[in-house]
């Protein structure tokens, strides 16, 4: 069972969330909190706590989620709304018997789902005596609490391997390895570091972290989540002397109780830097006023921006260990090209607002945003891709421009099976425009809308593809090539490594045997683009 509701909201304080109408759930147990969208599906969730985006902007589509959210097993909404649309919404949240919240206009959708998820795991944990006293961001204290429970000198580091809380327990043994790193402020590096902290970042479960060398302890080690987003991690001396029964179960309950620590000891380290990327993600999200987050992403009114995206690729575990110094690097790169200028992390990917004061600075950026790449791959060890949205000429266009950045980046990450060139992989552009992928953009969104790709499928499309499927053959392949050379055999042939003849037979055999007609333009149109969507899918 988890905690009750208002016992989270008391441990995040009346500044995170306020109640509008509790509906008597506020002693319930709380379950899952689940990050929804006014046109998606809401999944099943037993006492859920759902977080709506939008719904001041599309009030009806909320309130017809709302009804499906009390059928679905939730137990509360949050929204973030004011005047006629939230009374509208406390009315029909009170009458399917949920709870309502209201959330602040600049609060960020993602850093609330990260709250609530870390107060709800540090209230649900059996906690250790001391650590449900330690006050909220206290992280020294909470080493101390961690170091008395399990036994061992503790160290707490961020994500960039930055100490940032140790234990200072009398008598607490430790090695030069722990000092060094106290000191010095930072961890070891190296291709074994490496390897260590990619084993912690993928285990649920506390790890076991021989020693390396002579001299140097034996390590219990925990990745510190937020939202399933690696926020940090734990370091225990575990030899000196040998820890307390049950430690990796209770180092796991104190890292879920820790990850409400690090989130609020992050929004006090810098608290200008932390409102920038809070205003551009609630902008990014499409919530709040533009006009009001203007001031506090520091532009002037009139200005146009471009969104520059950065996801790092590799593992989960790598890109989740990455994209806090990742942001730093953007950070670094974005104050160059203007000061001041916000980023903010969601997800894996991270963002940066650009102003931009005439049309030629778009070659510009796509020059520094190669430079920040090459920087990323030096200073962090990680292969990113890039993508520069359109130009917004009002931040009101932001959320769009967002949307096919995000698209980019996945056709950047991802490039389709039959890309129209003979470069290597690792010739393949990491780095765009958007004017430079927008047909590769445009063919990614048609491939995700089933109408196109399910129910009006062409026949001979699908036939094409199970016959290949079926029996090895390459018509899908071939034809794709024809189409894209427009008839041209000799380049067709010199494409797929076969003789002209060869491609002439397979083009005569594919009008006979799926009846694709390609003396109709129509016919020549639809094949191929639902050709190379679902080339795109396979």
């Not at 506020?26 to 689940?34: S, T």
């Not at 206009?105 to 709800?120: N, Q």
């Not at 009139?302 to 989740?320: H, M, S, Y």
């Not at 421009?401 to 056709?411: E, F, G, I, K, P």
Request: aromatic share 4%; charged share 20%; glycine share 8%.
């Amino acid at each position: 069972m988890g905690p009750k509701l208002s016992s989270v909201l008391d441990l995040l304080g009346p500044q995170t969330l306020w109640v509008v109408v509790d509906a008597g759930r506020l002693g319930d147990p709380v379950g899952d909190v689940v990050l929804g969208g006014l046109d998606e599906p809401v999944p099943a969730a037993e006492s859920g706590l759902l977080l709506l985006p939008g719904a001041q902007a599309s009030l009806h589509a909320a309130i017809s989620l709302i009804r499906t959210a009390a059928d679905a097993g939730y137990l509360a909404i949050v929204v973030k709304a004011s005047g006629e649309a939230l009374t509208r919404l406390a009315t029909e949240a009170g009458s399917a018997g949920l709870a309502l919240l209201t959330a602040p206009p600049e609060a960020s959708w993602r850093h609330l789902d990260s709250l609530l998820t870390a107060g709800r795991a540090a209230i649900a944990v059996d906690q250790h005596p001391g650590l449900e006293q330690i006050g909220a961001g206290d992280v020294f204290a909470l080493a101390n609490a961690i170091a008395s429970a399990v036994g061992g000198a503790v160290i707490i580091e961020d994500p960039q391997r930055r100490v940032i809380a140790h234990s200072n327990l009398p008598g607490q043994q430790t090695d030069g390895v722990r000092r060094r790193g106290i000191l010095g402020r930072i961890a070891l590096n190296g291709p074994l570091t490496d390897d260590m902290y990619r084993a912690v970042a993928e285990s649920p479960e506390a790890v076991t972290v021989p020693s390396p060398e002579p001299g140097v302890a034996d390590r219990l080690a925990v990745a510190v989540r937020a939202g399933g987003r690696v926020i940090g991690t734990i370091w225990v001396i575990s030899d000196r002397p040998p820890l307390a029964e049950e430690a990796g179960r209770i180092l796991v309950d104190a890292a879920r109780t820790a990850a409400l620590h690090l989130l609020r000891a992050r929004a006090r380290s810098d608290p200008e830097r932390h409102a920038r990327a809070e205003a551009l993600r609630t902008l990014l999200d499409g919530d709040g006023d533009p006009a009001g987050l203007r001031g506090r992403l520091g532009f002037q009114r009139g200005t146009a921006v471009a969104v520059l995206a950065v996801r790092g690729l590799g593992t989960i575990a790598d890109v989740r260990l990455a994209t806090t110094p990742i942001d730093d690097v953007v950070s670094l790169y974005a104050d160059s090209w203007h000061p001041g200028t916000p980023t903010a992390i969601d997800g894996n990917v991270v963002y940066a607002l650009l102003p931009m004061d005439q049309p030629a600075a778009r070659p510009r950026l796509a020059a520094l945003a190669a430079d920040l790449a090459r920087a990323v791959q030096r200073s962090v060890g990680v292969e990113v891709v890039a993508a520069i949205g359109p130009t917004a000429s009002a931040l009101t266009e932001v959320p769009a421009t967002r949307r096919t950045a995000d698209r980019m980046l996945r056709v950047l990450a991802h490039p389709g099976p039959w890309e129209n060139d003979d470069r290597e992989d690792g010739d393949r552009p990491r780095v765009a425009l958007a004017e430079q992928l927008r047909s590769r953009v445009l063919l990614q969104a048609l491939s995700e809308q089933s109408l196109v790709v399910g129910e009006l499928r062409l026949e001979p499309v699908t036939a094409i593809l199970e016959h290949d499927e079926a029996h090895g053959t390459e018509y899908a392949r071939t034809l794709v090539a024809w189409f894209g050379a427009f008839g041209d055999v000799t380049h067709v042939a010199t494409d797929l490594v076969v003789h002209d003849n060869t491609v002439r037979y397979r083009v005569r055999r594919i009008q006979e045997m799926f009846g694709v007609d390609l003396n109709d333009p129509d016919d020549v149109l639809c094949t191929w683009l639902q050709l190379r969507l679902l080339a795109d899918r396979r």
